[in-house]
């Protein structure tokens, strides 16, 4: 695949970047080389090769969930910035 200006064009709208002139010829360069790279890697015979989902067999040790009350509701409010006694008040984030 080729990279050109026009290709550079339509990833940057899909990724919303703007990008300057001399942006669009930089990254004409790199997506050029990632893709030169990514040639190199497929002219590895990789068959009977299992892929790799993790890089080692260890399993995670997950502790047990368990429901502690360490800080009362009061020692909770304390130190936040604002609350109405009962709650946490914090900006709308969502309009209707």
């Known amino acids: 695949m080729t990279i050109d ?3 550079v064009e339509k990833v940057a709208h ?3 970047l703007e990008l300057a002139e ?7 360069q790199d997506m050029s ?7 190199k890697l497929n002219e590895i015979n990789t068959s009977g090769i299992e892929p790799l989902v993790y890089m080692t067999n260890e ?4 502790r047990e969930d368990v429901v502690k009350q360490e800080i009362t509701h009061e020692q909770a409010l304390q130190n936040a ?9 914090v900006a709308k984030v ?3």
């Open 14 to 16: 899909l990724a919303r």
């Open 59 to 62: 399993m995670n040790v997950m």
């Open 94 to 96: 969502i309009e209707k």
């Open 22 to 28: 001399d942006e669009k010829d930089q990254m004409i």
């Open 5 to 7: 200006k026009e290709t």
């Open 33 to 39: 080389k990632i893709l030169g790279f990514m040639d």
């Open 81 to 89: 910035p604002k609350h109405d006694g009962n709650y946490f008040l």
